[in-house]
C-alpha cells in the first residue's frame, strides 16, 4: 500500500507569488492535516481536515488556506508569499478525526523556497 | 498551549553506543508519539505511547504520563539511527499535534 504521497518535491517561487501544494492520505484515511516546518525547528500545526470539513486551525495568517475533495486528497494554498513562507511543508494522514489511540503517518513533505 | 521540551539537544555517538533521549511535557496529554526524521526530511512514526512501555527491535520507549515525560531509548545505535527525533503531544480532541524542540543524533562508525 501506499503511503502518503506529496508533490511537488520541490518548489521555488518569489515573493507575492501563490502556490499549490498536494496530498494524498493513506488509502480508507480520512483525515489529512498539514504543518510547516521551518529548518532547525520542529513541526508546526496548519490545518486539519476531515470529511472534507476544516476540523482545526493553527496560528496562522489568512494568506493559508486549504480544502479536501471527496477522494480525501487535499491541498494547500498559500497567497501573497513571504520569504519566511519558506519551509518543508508536511501532510500527515490518520483514520479518524481525533488523535486519541491513532498515529499519524507523514509523507515526504514538499520544500519550498522562497526568493 | 501545550509546552513540550526535549533534551539533549545534540548528541554524538559512536556505533554500538546506547542513549536515552528525553521529552518533557506542560500539561496532561492524550496522544503522545516518537518521530525519527531521516536527513531527507521524512519523519517516520517510531511509537504512539501516551503511557507505558513499548519496545521494538532496539528501541524501546516508555511514558510516565502522571509525571509529564517520556523517554526514548536507542540500544546498539547504527549509523542509520542518525537523525532528528522528535516528540509529539496532543491534548486536544482534534489532531495538532505539538512537537518538541527535538534532539539532533549523530551516530559515527
Known amino acids: 500500500d501506499a503511503g502518503v504521497t506529496q508533490s511537488p518535491t520541490h518548489l521555488i517561487k518569489t515573493r507575492g507569488q501563490q502556490v499549490t501544494l498536494r496530498c494524498s492520505p493513506i488509502s480508507g484515511h480520512k483525515s489529512v492535516s498539514w504543518y510547516q516546518q521551518v529548518l532547525g525547528q520542529g513541526p508546526q500545526f496548519i490545518f486539519q481536515?476531515?470529511?472534507?470539513?476544516?476540523?482545526g486551525r493553527g496560528n496562522f495568517p489568512d494568506r493559508f488556506s486549504a480544502r479536501q475533495f471527496p477522494n480525501y486528497s487535499s491541498e494547500l494554498n498559500v497567497n501573497a508569499l513571504l520569504l519566511g513562507d519558506s519551509a518543508l511543508y508536511l501532510c500527515a494522514s490518520s483514520l479518524g478525526l481525533t488523535a486519541t489511540n491513532e498515529k499519524l503517518f507523514f509523507g515526504s513533505g514538499t520544500q519550498l523556497s522562497v526568493l | 498551549g501545550i509546552q513540550v521540551e526535549q533534551s539533549p539537544p545534540d548528541l554524538i555517538l559512536q556505533e554500538g553506543a546506547n542513549s536515552t533521549l528525553r521529552c518533557n511535557f506542560s500539561?496532561?496529554?492524550?496522544?503522545l508519539q516518537w518521530f525519527h526524521q531521516n536527513p531527507w526530511g521524512q519523519l517516520i512514526n517510531l511509537f504512539y505511547?501516551?503511557?507505558g512501555t513499548k519496545q521494538n527491535g532496539r528501541l524501546s520507549a516508555t511514558t510516565v504520563a502522571t509525571e509529564r515525560y517520556s523517554l526514548l531509548y536507542i540500544s546498539s545505535s547504527q549509523t542509520t539511527d542518525s537523525g532528528v527525533y522528535f516528540c509529539?503531544?496532543?491534548?486536544?480532541?482534534?489532531?495538532?499535534?505539538?512537537f518538541g524542540t527535538g534532539t539532533r543524533l549523530l551516530v559515527s562508525p
Open positions: 509529539a503531544v496532543l491534548n486536544t480532541g482534534f489532531q495538532k499535534l505539538v
Open positions: 481536515y476531515y470529511e472534507k470539513e476544516e476540523r
Open positions: 505511547i501516551p503511557s
Open positions: 500539561d496532561s496529554v492524550n496522544n
